[in-house]
RNA sequence: GGGGGUAUAGCUCAGUUGGUUAGAGCGAUACGUUUACACCGUAUAGGUCCACAGUUCGAAUCUGUGUGCCCCUACCA
């Protein structure tokens, strides 16, 4: 006698003790082997600081679901974990808490907040690889990867070399978003925009040689010291004799040109732009088509520097703005001013509003990169999934902008670019130089700046596995088989992973692209933490379970687009879990120790055998082709089917007769098919809920017909064409469910106790009739039927309810517990409903043209259908007829 | 402003190339403890498939227009 199971499944008892099991036999971990098939997932890296989020929880799981689900196929599956160094997100966090200590990271200096941020790193980094862990992740934890580490910072440095050599990285000026109460550049990705109450003043520039004026709008005054040029659309009459003249730019006395540019919008404000190329991006691109100067007039803090007029000198740029608007206006040049609601990009950090400032960057020049990218997506090389990402891909790449790769930050990998104090050259190498390569200068220093972190992560279908090195683990599982992740890094992670794969490897770095749908609550809104409407995987593990939780996202996660969630969904995965436990205890419980299981032998299974059989067969089809087609949540779905509505509602309940019974061979028999079943299922459920399945599959006796690894995860994975299937006999067991179905249905409505025997007569063919009799003890049971016969001669008892259905009626004699009335109500409403569909169809069927075009086979099947309902319109008459 | 998506039962979603009487889970209702499971069983109710027009023998499915919602991206001096 096995073991019995508790009577409800406790995740907490089970899931550390069965990861541990999994660790220590290695079965997550692979090792490059040319006798196998790799099948390989590169796990997007987290942010190294970040708690994981639902969206982790789901998208994670679909990984380890394909990577489990390859595994048990017998490749030799890998999934890469690690996680990224975030330099932004997370040198924010480390500042934050050092500000909480008084301290700055200007304060400890370079050296020591380093040491700070590897603390920092340590700690963090470590919660969310025990994440991993909860979750049930099967990934390769001999190859757990940091973007830091000294393999992956050499693979940056080696890229970084050579795109140097090849002229693809260039150093320029550009406008950056600058904080200037941190004084720090900062990317897009760390503002947030406000809506303000603001002004447009209409400032009058005087044309030079005329006595007229030309008036421009601006939100921000202070930057007129700036103005190197007025702008006018060129189709503008208003302007057309202006363009190519020049205007004294008031307060500064300086001369600039009017040029003409299709950047400006004539009906917005005035039609003429001052503009201020060194503070306003737009600006900076019109400058450098009409090769104005940039004027830089502000210092690192935002007030005015030594460039603009001397009473305004130091002034903070708000205030400079009202004084500038007082001057203009004394001088009459204030030609209006209007209220203006507009809005400006703060800092996320110091919630300042930011000042697009001048400076120099680092930029990899990237339209050579990208033509090999978009001719892999073209050539269906690079598959997206669902398929409509690939123009999102292609859009941003047909567009692409060189890439700012330098960051004002301490964390990550410092620029490997020496500047010569003689020469003013560039120097880099794979190391540092001590010595200007130019002219021999020891006089050189490094660039403050460290490398954007995508510049790293970019390289992780590369670097983890040994490149730059020569490496046989990267010529084994280069290329990986699929990417899971979510759409809105398709720019900055997916389409650069793809460029650096094709210009090192010549190949794509994986094949497949799966996005992963966006996670949102019930209203629809995305999980932020500024809304606190996320739900925490961790939490619901504690709640429910890891298998639950899994199970839940999976099956809520549609193919693309998002998927709305609430905690109390994940209530039905814990329920199905618990179903799955019980049917597997309910069935253990039969498993007698002296009781050896039968290998499957064909002529001996009786008919709910054969249909149980042929249902694991069709669903392990099923859930193949879901998962070849990353339909997880249609796989889930077919497992959830399998266990709940074919295992436990009918595969169960059809043995329990048995199972009672005294046939100690009938016994056996069934017993050993319910076990391979269970086994088949176990292992089609394994990938989505590792857990409780290795567990059930432990405790589950060995049945001789399928393989007995150690492990559920690496046990083979059922296949469709090697499983048995009857396709005939369940059929006929369908017919025998439809009865059941028939009958409960027809006492149930007639307010029939359930629990009440009745009698039940069925007139049909002889064929079914056979059918019938020969299921009658599973018919009779099912249904709770005293006694029972069916036959083709029989006639209609009296007074009876009546189920009518494919090729039978089914009388149930039931003196005293029929409403006659109510139950005539029921037999017109289904003619009713079943005269409707028939007018239907007698209109299709009668029309000309749909009997000349349709074709023959639709027809047929038409002509089926109406012939059907006619016979069952015709019985449920006669019954009506009967009832009076 | 540009690009993309989506609209099916009270809620969340299936519905794969147009072709049985549009499905599931949750929720609701009724009855029920029967060799596992009340985290259960059986049954029932609930849908003019967003609107309008079109293509077709036939449209939830294809096309157009409108409306609502969502996402990405750029934001206007």
Redesign the pocket.
Known sequence: MTEPLA???DPKLYESKLYDFWLHHHLFHAEQDPSRKPYTILMPPPNVTSYLHMGHGTGYTMQDMLVRWKRMQGFNAMWLPGTDHAGIATQMMVEKSLAEAGESRQSLGRERFNIKLWEWKDKYGGMILEQFRSMGFSCDWDRLSFTLDPQLSLAVRRIFVDLFEAGLIYRGERLVNWDPVLKTALS?DELE?KEIHSS?WHFKYPVEGTDAFIT?????PETMFGDTAVAVHPDDERYQAFVGKQVRLPLVGRLIPIVADT????????????ITPAH???DFELGKRHNLANIDIMTDAGAMNDLVPEKFRGLDRFVARKEVVRAMRELGLLDKEEA?K??VPISERSKEIIEPRLSKQWYVSMKSLATPAVAAANDGTLRFHPD?WK??YL?WLENIQDWCISRQLWWGHRIPIWYCDQCHEHTTGMTDPSVCKHCSSSEIHQDEDVLDTWFSSWLWPLSPFGWPEKSNDLDYFYPSDALVTA??II?LWVARMVMVGLKVRGEVPFKDVFLTP?V?D?????FSKTLGNGIDPLAVIAEHGTDAMRFTAVQ?A????????AV??F??G??F???LW??S??LL??VQADLALKPLNHAELDLASKWLLTELSLAAGRID?ALS?Y?L??AA?QI??LI??GF??WG??AA??T???ADPAAKQRVVSVLVYVLDGILRLASPVMPFVTEEIWQKLPHHPDWDRPVSLTIAAYPKQETLPQFPAEAEQWRSVQDL??AV??AR??A?V???TPLNTWVRTTSELATLFNGASADIKRLAVIDQFNAGPDLSRPGQCLVAIGRGYEAYIPADGLIDIAKERTRLSTEVG??EK?LK??EA?LG?A??AS???AD?LE??TQ?RD??NM?LASLRANLEALT
């Open positions: 009577s409800s499944y897009d925009s447009l421009v709008a601006t939100t921000r950047y400006v919008k004539s009906e917005f404000g005035t039609g003429a732009v001052k306003d991006p737009n203006y507009t809005t409509l123009k999102t859009h759409p809105e720019f966006t949102c019930k209203q629809g809104r995305k809520l549609p193919i693309g687009g998002r998927t709305r969630m109390e969904d209530e039905a814990g329920r879990v618990n179903k019980n049917a205890r309910f419980g039969h082709k087609t339909r949540n249609e779905d959830y089917h709940w509505g436990c509602d169960l309940e329990k007769n199972l009672a019974g059941v179905a409960r249905s149930s409505q307010g106790p359930p629990k409903r079943l569909i239907g169809l299709k029309s043209s749909f075009r349709a074709p639709v099947q038409t259908q059907n309902l069952q």
